[in-house]
C-alpha cells in the first residue's frame, strides 16, 4: 500500500509570476580601452606555475553529540499469570500449575527444552567458564610509594557574592558530574542579594556549570538519587525539602509543604534503597527525623523526635547535624546531634519511644560527619570538635580509637570506599588529612593544604581515587590520590578486623573496671563500708606517697653529694704525708654525712 501525501498551496501565497520569452542581445553600454592602462603593463616572462600531482585535500574535524547510555531494569511481578489468576493467592497458583502439568504439550516442551539443558550444564561441567586464569597477578603488593595527592580541577562559584560549598554528591552512573549545594550557613548573616543557586558541574568542563538549580531557598545538602541519575534531592535553609528532575530543567518538580516541613535548615538528606526508588528521610536541627515519598511530598510518611528521654517532646529533642544509613541494615538509622552525642535508632520499632535503641556520647561539639565502614558496619567513624573517632556497636560508652586533638576545628570525614583502614578528614584551616591506621596511628598518613580559606564538605568518589573538598568561599577541589591510597593492599581486611576487634576488646575491658570503681564508690558513698575501712586505706596511700618521696629526695641529695665530693678532690691538691687510710676515712665521712642529710623544706 503506498500512502501519498498532496502538499497543496494557495495561489496567493506565490510570488508575482516571472513570464520568459527569447529576444535579441541588446548592447547597453561601451566601454573603450584606456591606452594609458596599456602602458602601465608589464609582460611576465617567464612565468612559472606550480601544479600539484595529488588532489588537495583539507581536515575536517566534527564533534558529534554525546551519546547517553541508559540501563533500565524491569520487575516481573505476575510473570505468565493469566489475568483470572492472582500470582499472591498460593492455592490459585498451585490449582494452575497442577492444571499445567497435566497437559501434554507442557510434557513435551519439557521433554525437549531438558536435552538442550542438560547438554549446557554438561558443557558448564566440563569447562568453567568462570575460571580466572591469571588470578596470581591480581594480588597486590604493598609498595614503598610516599602517599601523595595532585589537585588536578577546580570549580569556582560563579556568584559574585560568594557562598559556601556546604555538601558534594558525585553522579551514580560514571561519575562524569558532581552537584555542589552552596547556602551560608551564619544564622540571618547572609549578605543582601546572595544568589539562591546550586549548581552540577561536568568535569570535562569547569569554566561553567552544565546545570543550574533554583531552589526557593539556599540548599544545604543536595544528593544524587543512585536509582534515576536525572533526580535530584535537596534540603533548604528553610526546612523545605525540594527534588528536581534535570530531564524538565533547573526549576524544582517537587516540593514540601511549609507547614509539613522542618523548621530548622536540613542538614541531612538520603535515599533509602526502597523498590520504586522514590523513598527518602531527612532530618535537622529542629529534632525531628521525616520520611518521605517524592511522588507525595505535601506531608511525610513518617516522623521520629529525637528526644533521648523518650518522651517525645519536641522541646527537648536534639538537634540532627548529620545523617547515617548503611542498605545492608535497611531498618537501622544513626543521627549526629548538635550535643556531640549519637544517636541510633530502629525504625520499625513497635512504638516511637523504642525507636531510640541507644546513644554514643564522645564529642564536645557539634558531629559534623558520620559514616558507617563500609566493610565493616559495626564500625562507624564521626567527626566533631578537634577530633575524628571510630566507634564499635558493641562498644557504647567510649569511642575504640580517636586522632590526636587538631589545633584547628574538623568540618567532615568520611571512609574510603575501597580500602577499609583510610579515610579522610577536612579542617577548618584548608587542610585536607588522609589517615592510614594500618600504616601510622598517631598522625595522618598524608596532610594536604588545600586552600587558605576553610573547608567545609569534603565526598570521596566510588572507585576512591578522586577526592572533592568544597570550601568556605564556594571553591570545589578535585584531587587525586596516589595508587597506595585507593587499592586495596594484601591482607588489609584482615587486618583492620583485628585492629578493630582488638581495639573493641580493650574498650570492654575498660568499660568494666569503671564501672566496677563506680559501684565500689558508690556504696562508700552510701555507707556501706565501716569509717575505719574508709580511712585506712586513705591513711595507708597518704603514708606510702610520703615515703616513696623521702626515699627520692635522699638518693638524690646523696648522688650529689658524692658527685660534689670527687669534684672537690679533683680540684684539691693532694698535701704530702697524708696516709691512704686517712683518705679512705675522709670518703666514708663523706658518705655517711651525706646518707644521713635531709631534703630541705
Known amino acids: 500500500m503506498e500512502i501519498v501525501y498532496v502538499y497543496v ?37 617567464p612565468v612559472d606555475t606550480g601544479i600539484q600531482c595529488s588532489t588537495s585535500m583539507s581536515e575536517h574535524e566534527v564533534n ?17 499469570w493469566p489475568k483470572d489468576v492472582n500470582p499472591l493467592e498460593l492455592e490459585q497458583t498451585i490449582r494452575f500449575r497442577k492444571k499445567v502439568e497435566k497437559d501434554e504439550n507442557y510434557i513435551n516442551t519439557i521433554t525437549q527444552l531438558g ?26 603488593e604493598v609498595t614503598d610509594e610516599a602517599p601523595s595527592a595532585k589537585t588536578i580541577n577546580v570549580l569556582r562559584d560563579p556568584q559574585v557574592i560568594k557562598r559556601s560549598a556546604t555538601h558534594l554528591s558525585w553522579h551514580p552512573d560514571g561519575n562524569r558530574k558532581l552537584a555542589v549545594a552552596y547556602s551560608c550557613l551564619n544564622f540571618q548573616r547572609a549578605p543582601e542579594g546572595m544568589s539562591h543557586e546550586s549548581y552540577i558541574w561536568d568535569l570535562e568542563n569547569p569554566n561553567k556549570p552544565e546545570i543550574v538549580l ?35 530543567g533547573s526549576l524544582v518538580a517537587e516540593l514540601s509543604t511549609v507547614e509539613f516541613s522542618h523548621r530548622d535548615p536540613v542538614y541531612g538528606s538520603i535515599w533509602l534503597q526502597s523498590k520504586t526508588g522514590t523513598e527518602c528521610f531527612s532530618a535537622s536541627t529542629d529534632g525531628q527525623v521525616m520520611w518521605w515519598d517524592i511522588r507525595k511530598m505535601s506531608e511525610p510518611t513518617e516522623v521520629v523526635i529525637l528526644d533521648i528521654a523518650r518522651k517525645e517532646q519536641l522541646e527537648n529533642a536534639l538537634g540532627a547535624i548529620s545523617l547515617e544509613f548503611e542498605s545492608t541494615l535497611p531498618t537501622k538509622f544513626m543521627v549526629g546531634t548538635e550535643q556531640g552525642i549519637v544517636i541510633s535508632c530502629n525504625r520499625k520499632a513497635k512504638t516511637s519511644a523504642e525507636k531510640i535503641v541507644c546513644t554514643f556520647s564522645g ?22 570538635d578537634w577530633t575524628a573517632r571510630i566507634w564499635s556497636e558493641d562498644s557504647r560508652e567510649s569511642s575504640i580509637m580517636w586522632t590526636k586533638y587538631h589545633m584547628a576545628y574538623l568540618t567532615d570525614g568520611a571512609w574510603s570506599p575501597v580500602r577499609p583502614a583510610v579515610f579522610f578528614t577536612t579542617r577548618m584551616d584548608g ?28 565526598r570521596v568518589q566510588d572507585n576512591g581515587c578522586f577526592i572533592a573538598c568544597g570550601s568556605q568561599l564556594g571553591t570545589t577541589t578535585l584531587l587525586e ?47 556501706r563500708d565501716d569509717s575505719l575501712r574508709e580511712e585506712e586505706p586513705t591513711f595507708h596511700l597518704e603514708e606510702l606517697v610520703t615515703k616513696a618521696e623521702d626515699e627520692f629526695f635522699n638518693i638524690i641529695y646523696s648522688e650529689l653529694k658524692k658527685k660534689e665530693t670527687e669534684a672537690m678532690k679533683k680540684t684539691k691538691p693532694k698535701q704530702p704525708g697524708l696516709e691512704a687510710d686517712e683518705e679512705v676515712e675522709g670518703e666514708d665521712l663523706g658518705e655517711e654525712e651525706g646518707d644521713g642529710a635531709q631534703a630541705p623544706t
Open 115 to 140: 536435552s538442550i539443558m542438560e547438554h549446557c550444564i554438561k558443557q558448564n561441567n566440563a569447562i568453567d567458564i568462570y575460571q580466572e586464569y591469571f588470578d596470581d597477578e591480581d594480588a597486590v
Open 214 to 248: 533554583k531552589p526557593s531557598s539556599p540548599l544545604v545538602t543536595l544528593e544524587y538519587n543512585p536509582k534515576d541519575s536525572h533526580v535530584l534531592l535537596g534540603g533548604c535553609y528553610n526546612g523545605q525539602l525540594a527534588c528536581w528532575d534535570t530531564r524538565k
Open 481 to 527: 590520590v596516589s595508587n597506595g591510597l585507593c587499592t586495596l593492599q594484601k591482607n588489609e581486611k584482615n587486618t583492620a578486623s583485628l585492629i578493630f576487634e582488638r581495639e573493641t576488646r580493650r574498650e570492654k575491658i575498660l568499660e568494666a573496671r569503671h564501672r566496677e570503681m563506680r559501684l565500689k564508690e558508690k556504696g562508700k558513698a552510701e555507707g
Open 64 to 80: 558529534t553529540e554525546r551519546f547517553e547510555m541508559e540501563t533500565r531494569g524491569i520487575n516481573h511481578v505476575e510473570g505468565g
Open 363 to 384: 564529642h564536645h561539639g557539634p558531629i559534623y560527619a558520620l559514616q558507617r565502614n563500609p566493610f565493616y558496619p559495626k564500625n562507624f567513624l564521626t567527626v566533631g
Open 431 to 458: 587542610t585536607l588529612d588522609i589517615w592510614d591506621f594500618v600504616f601510622k596511628q598517631c598522625d595522618p598518613a598524608l596532610s594536604l593544604k588545600v586552600c587558605d580559606e576553610a573547608l567545609f564538605c569534603l
Open 9 to 45: 498551496k494557495k495561489r496567493s501565497e506565490f510570488g508575482k509570476p516571472c513570464n520568459f520569452s527569447d529576444r535579441q542581445a541588446e548592447l547597453n553600454i561601451n566601454i573603450p580601452p584606456n591606452p594609458e592602462l596599456a602602458e602601465q603593463f608589464v609582460e611576465r616572462n
